[in-house]
């Protein structure tokens, strides 16, 4: 769990800001719970329901939560749906980067890459737990751009640093990891 307590020396931070820290702690770690309870109920919801539009009050019930915890976290439906193809899109860097340095040169990690990106789609558990928001993804990039962009680099940095490391022992001699990735 990350915390919201600067790293920093204490003694480079005043009294007050220390008191601050220590006090925010402990609602942060309770908000990150509701938040990951949310995302969980999210995607409960879409794949037991094969709904691409969940209902608020169906998230929150699975959630075991209020409508009020759900908009103290997020503005809309909308926003919920984007954090959940964010965590999802985290999970899967884990399980690429996870069977990619299982690999020694750079171009096994990127047919690792591929191959975990098209086990997705032939994974039926997993396609149907992200079909709702996959469905939703296209819309969702134009409401949060920035979010999705990011969300979206995060996913294709393990394949960029593969073909950089392919490029860098010769293993291909024309290729632009930003660009190809």
Known sequence: ??????????????????SAERAVAARYSAYLEEVQRLIRAGVAVMERTQSTNPRVSEIVREAGLSNQAFYRHFRSKDELLVAILDDGLRQLVGYLTHQMDKEPTGLGKVRRWVEGILAQATNPAAARATRGVILNSVRLAELFPDDSRRSEDVLRAPLREAIALAVERGERTRADPERDA
Request: no cysteine; net charge negative.
């Open 1 to 18: 769990m990350q915390s919201v307590v600067s790293e920093t020396d204490p003694g480079d931070r005043s009294l007050a800001a220390r």
